[in-house]
Structures are given as structure tokens and as C-alpha cells.
Nanobody
């Protein structure tokens, strides 16, 4: 599976962006997918994840209520809708995926993901 993240760009504080994670391969529907980000000078951190069934989602406390993760398996794509963005959320955003036999599992640890996209830069200006 190859993952391609896109949709990053420059946005003003308080604005919105939608990131996309497009996957190759026919088994995408069996993957849990997560989004992570790495801000300048900081370690990569978990943002959100969605189960293979789409029925379960998980968010970092800092983004709850503002970000929404969703998936469209017909398009082999997972989305991250980001609202009310803050300057401190300027980062490279990465999507990651891993096969799981559990329909409702979501993972917040990088170590649990097998495949990674190349990242897309989100810059939030103040």
C-alpha cells in the first residue's frame, strides 16, 4: 500500500483545511488509518485515527471538537477536516495506515502503523 497525503497549504488562524490521504491497493478498506503531525522542532504527534469500518474514531485532546476524520473506501481516501486552526498547529501532517482484523480498532501510536505517506505542510498564520 502506498499513501499520498495532500491538501496542505497556507491558512489564516481560525481558518479551515481538508487534508486527503489517498491509498493505492484494493485492501485499503481493511486498514486503520491515522493522521500525525510534526511541528518545527518538535516530535511527531498523534492527531486522529479512524477504524477500518469507519465506526470508530479517536482524536488527540488538542483537536477534539475542531478536527474530523472520515473515510471513503470507494475512493480509497481518508480525510482530515480541520477547523479553527491555530498557529501552533503549523506542521507537516502525515497519514499512516496498517492492516487490522479488528473492525473498530484505532491506534494512536506510531509504532502500530506500517505504511506512511510523505507528508503535507500546513502553515497557519497569525
Amino acid at each position: 500500500v502506498q499513501l499520498q497525503a495532500s491538501g496542505g497549504g497556507l491558512v489564516q488562524a481560525g481558518g479551515s483545511l481538508r487534508l486527503s490521504c489517498a491509498a493505492s491497493g484494493r485492501t485499503f478498506s481493511t486498514y486503520t488509518v491515522g493522521w500525525f503531525r510534526r511541528a518545527p522542532g518538535k516530535e511527531r504527534e498523534f492527531v486522529a485515527a479512524i477504524s477500518r469500518s469507519g465506526s470508530s474514531t479517536r482524536y488527540a485532546d488538542s483537536v477534539k471538537g475542531r478536527f474530523t476524520i472520515s473515510r471513503d473506501d470507494a475512493k480509497n481516501t481518508v480525510y482530515l477536516h480541520m477547523n479553527t486552526l491555530r498557529p501552533e498547529e503549523t506542521a507537516v501532517y502525515y497519514c499512516a495506515g496498517t492492516y487490522t482484523s479488528f473492525y473498530s480498532s484505532t491506534y494512536a501510536s506510531e509504532d502500530q502503523y506500517t505504511y506512511w505517506g510523505q507528508g503535507t505542510l500546513v502553515t497557519v498564520s497569525s
